[in-house]
């Protein structure tokens, strides 16, 4: 069965901190894309991070780069996302999503499976 565990979200003062974890299970992760997605209230969902596993390569939103960080542990079979210098804009539900397919998307719809969601909120 596939399963994504997510954690590490909660509430952060903007220019803090948080790293976001999404375990998996029923799959080895470095055989897929993987990315970060999140939705803010009444926006749609949105790329913030991608990992690419046939050629490794990394992509980040334009709102994100030089803040985030998207990793992976082979052995644990998890993905991070380290974020730092969080801003307001940042608040939403964050989800860790892979794709089966083998063809490299940024579009949420090209996703198979997803994460429960975690919230990151950003307010002082």
């Known amino acids: 069965q596939v399963q994504f565990v997510e954690s590490g979200g909660g509430l952060v003062q903007p220019g803090g901190s948080l790293r976001l974890s999404c375990a998996a299970s029923?799959?080895?992760?470095?055989?897929?894309?993987i990315a970060w997605f999140r939705q803010a209230p009444g926006k749609e969902r949105e790329g913030v991070s991608f990992?690419?596993?046939?050629?490794?390569?990394?992509f980040y939103a334009d709102s994100v780069k030089g803040r985030f960080t998207i990793s992976r542990d082979n052995a644990k079979n998890t993905v991070y996302l380290q974020m730092n210098s969080l801003k307001p804009e940042d608040t939403a539900v964050y989800y860790c999503?892979?794709?089966?397919?083998?063809?490299?998307?940024?579009?949420?719809?090209?996703?198979?499976?997803w994460g429960q969601g975690t919230q990151v909120t950003v307010s002082s």
């Open positions: 029923g799959f080895t992760l470095d055989y897929y894309d």
């Open positions: 990992l690419s596993a046939r050629e490794g390569s990394i």
């Open positions: 999503a892979l794709a089966q397919s083998g063809i490299f998307s940024v579009s949420p719809y090209d996703y198979d499976y």
